[in-house]
């Protein structure tokens, strides 16, 4: 079976700080990666998808890739309470997207 | 604005009932997706559809039919419902490999 693994948290980082989320998943021949955010009560909202090996940013989101480790990563700079969320790991590997857990991150003011 | 809608945001049924659940999406996406979301255990794939009349079974199928006979409609089918079927229901779509967006969820609760 395919697996996805987060950190489970819950992790709390002060307001300003950086937060980071991981993830490793099990299918070596998984081709593309996503971040999802879900707020309590509400559907999870895309927040960055990662292709290919390295860094890529937006904004103060950067997502980390290292597909021989089979591990990706989310890093949140410069925290802010509304960042306060679960946050999902999702890879697809067949067209058969599948979903870590969840890491709930609470950001203090 | 594109969108996935679900028809019903809360739903309570009764053990042994057969239920419905429809996704629509108006994106013209190949991929549709269901998953269910239980506290601590994540989205888990029930099923999911790469085109018309195809379909996959996910991590979870076990009670669950899935019905695709538009591109645009995925409709999850519990044939007879249980009590352990109680969860939220999540439908997505997605084009390819790409990211998937997900409807607002059906919040079902059998009795």
């Known amino acids: 079976q395919k697996e996805v693994e987060q950190n489970s948290g819950p992790l709390s980082v002060p307001e300003g700080a950086i937060a980071s989320l991981n993830c490793t998943y099990s299918?070596?021949?998984?081709?593309?990666f996503f971040w999802y955010r879900q707020y309590s009560g509400k559907s999870p909202e895309l927040i960055m998808f990662?292709?290919?090996?390295g860094d890529k940013e937006d904004g103060r989101f950067t997502a980390q890739l290292n597909k021989a480790s089979q591990y990706v990563s989310l890093l949140i700079r410069d925290s802010q309470p509304s960042d306060s969320a679960t946050y999902l790991c999702?890879?697809?590997?067949?067209?058969?997207?599948?979903f870590g857990a969840g890491t709930r991150l609470t950001v203090k003011p | 604005d594109v969108k996935v809608t679900q028809s019903s945001r809360y739903l309570v049924k009764r053990t042994g009932e057969k239920v419905f659940l429809e996704c629509v999406q108006d994106?013209?996406?190949?991929?549709m997706f269901w998953y269910r979301q239980d506290p601590g255990l994540g989205l888990r794939l029930i099923y999911f559809?790469?085109?018309?009349?195809?379909?996959e079974k996910g991590d979870i199928p076990e009670g669950y039919s899935v019905s695709r006979e538009k591109k645009e409609r995925f409709s999850l089918i519990l044939e007879s419902a249980s009590t352990n079927q109680t969860s939220m229901y999540l439908c997505?779509?997605?084009?390819?490999?790409?990211?998937?967006?997900f409807g607002p969820g059906t919040r079902l609760t059998v009795l």
């Open positions: 990662i292709y290919s090996n």
């Open positions: 994106m013209d996406h190949e991929n």
């Open positions: 299918d070596r021949g998984s081709q593309s």
């Open positions: 559809s790469y085109d018309v009349k195809m379909k």
């Open positions: 997505a779509s997605s084009l390819w490999d790409g990211p998937l967006l």
């Open positions: 999702a890879v697809n590997g067949d067209n058969d997207m599948r």
